[in-house]
């Protein structure tokens, strides 16, 4: 119980933290005068009293989370902060159901930029600043931000910071302290993501549009402040500046530090896993552009490889974002679109899915496998980058795999029960699950997720959150190991 009021008291603290992010649409509401400033100040305060009296009824608890409760934290959180975010939404958009609003930023929070929002051109620029800095605090992981207050606070966060970082090899830190190295992480995001705010700029965005989609392209997020996403520019420059910083956030993030640091781009180098995600997901590009230009899509391949490149990146990388209806492409084209959103994201990096650094791990087991065969005594330890890969670091991604598989299997019975069509229920997992946001059929580009019944909602919301926080984290709640001491 004591432990339990531990976590509670945590969760207070973040909640009070949360609150702050709340200044960002109230600054927007000052300068555009949208008549929303009444509604943000409103769920600042609620958030920040909510926190804050969560903090003082279990102040006596306060202590030092151990693993386990640190993955029992992380859920708390990735739970509370969207129920919280919602107050703005549902004060300010007429009609809105709490299923809905929670799905929004259950999305906007988890980097899956699914909407059930029309009318985005004409939301008040406060309600999409809000939508946006969801997809940016959730893109580094916004347990990742308070791994680096927490430790001021007296409550440690190496635990929370292994509960919530993406990929299988979470021990490895850029500097001797947790904090130290989330700080890290997030000065390197801060300043990519204002690099593009002045690149998107510079491109022709206006500041609005500029900020909104830096944020969402930078947590991968794939919110657009257009119904049209980023159709509504026909740009190609645009679209050129967005690829780019689309691949940016799809690396590993302490990648980026280790350039930074070292000066240099050896890092990039170094890293297997960059390297595969990256020839992986241009080479993708130039193979769709080939194949719509032979299926006489588009008249030249100029133009195909304009589309394909940037409609294939924005799924690969898991943004969501959309220049045209690519639903109506060859079945090809698209299916391997939601394809790559499951492997082609590395850990470390804002992306989702199964992250390459696994898919890789996979491809050298089953080298070794075939090895074996041949040759039953000899010794192969596996090797990505130049670094031994230890077996304990392989059981664990089969058994991720295992769990992500049966995921997406049971998630898409559960909606081909609730009566949607197979192609729906399934593209809508994947990219639920992988936090890519549009699917094909019903939620595909065109459309959105307005159409689902509230049951087919929570599901895929449900899809979100364990997508994000990587299967493992929110499914051990619901084992009986777990809950013993």
């Not at 909510?50 to 934290?73: A, Q």
Request: glycine share 10%.
């Amino acid at each position: 119980m004591g432990r339990a009021l531990t976590v509670l008291n945590a969760l207070g603290l973040m909640l009070v933290m949360f609150s702050i992010s709340y200044i960002l649409p109230i600054s927007a509401a000052v300068i555009y005068h949208d008549n929303t400033l009444y509604e943000f100040l409103l769920a600042m305060l609620g958030t920040f009293g909510m926190g804050l009296l969560l903090w003082i009824l279990t102040r006596r608890y306060k202590g030092e989370l151990s693993i386990r409760h640190g993955y029992l934290l992380v859920v708390a959180m990735w739970t509370a902060m969207p129920a919280v975010a919602t107050l703005p939404l549902l004060l300010v958009i007429n009609g809105l159901s709490f299923t809905d609003a929670y799905f929004e930023t259950m999305s906007g929070i988890t980097t899956t930029g699914a909407t059930v929002l029309t009318g985005l051109d004409f939301l008040p620029p406060a309600i999409n600043v809000w939508r946006h800095e969801l997809n940016w605090l959730g893109g580094m992981g916004i347990i990742v931000l308070a791994v680096a207050v927490l430790p001021l606070l007296g409550i440690g966060g190496r635990q929370l910071f292994k509960a919530e970082t993406p990929g299988p090899m979470k021990d490895n830190a850029l500097t001797p302290r947790i904090a130290e190295t989330a700080r890290n992480l997030w000065i390197v995001y801060f300043i990519i993501t204002l690099l593009c705010v002045g690149s998107l700029k510079w491109a022709g965005m206006n500041w609005l549009d500029a900020v909104c989609h830096s944020m969402s392209a930078m947590g991968l997020g794939g919110f657009s402040t257009h119904d049209a996403s980023i159709g509504y520019f026909n740009s190609p420059l645009i679209e050129f500046v967005m690829i780019l910083f689309m691949l940016f956030a799809v690396i590993n993030f302490s990648t980026h530090f280790l350039a930074w640091r070292g000066k240099n781009l050896k890092a990039y180098l170094y890293d297997a896993e960059a390297i595969a995600s990256l020839s992986l997901i241009l080479g993708s590009c130039v193979g769709i552009a080939f194949f719509l230009w032979w299926q006489n899509v588009y008249a030249n391949f100029g133009v195909a490889l304009r589309y394909a490149s940037f409609n294939l990146v924005s799924i690969a990388t898991s943004s969501g974002y959309a220049s045209v209806d690519y639903a109506q492409w060859p079945i090809f084209a698209p299916m391997w679109m939601m394809f790559l959103t499951a492997i082609a994201a590395s850990s470390g990096s804002t992306g989702g899915g199964i992250k390459m650094i696994r898919t890789l791990v996979l491809v050298k087991q089953a080298g070794r496998e075939f090895l074996k065969l041949s040759h039953p005594t000899v010794v192969n330890p596996m090797k990505i980058g130049g670094h031994v890969i230890a077996n304990n670091i392989v059981f664990s991604v089969l058994g991720f795999i295992f769990l992500y598989f049966m995921t997406l299997a049971t998630l898409t019975f559960v909606l081909l029960i609730s009566g949607m069509d197979f192609i729906s229920a399934l593209t809508a997992v994947l990219a639920c699950v992988n936090n890519c946001g549009p699917g094909l059929g019903m939620v595909g580009p065109a459309s959105n997720y307005q159409g689902l019944s509230d049951f087919q909602t929570w599901v895929c919301t449900f899809g979100m959150l364990i997508g994000r926080l990587e299967i493992f984290t929110v499914l051990i709640l619901f084992t009986p190991q777990f809950w013993r001491r």
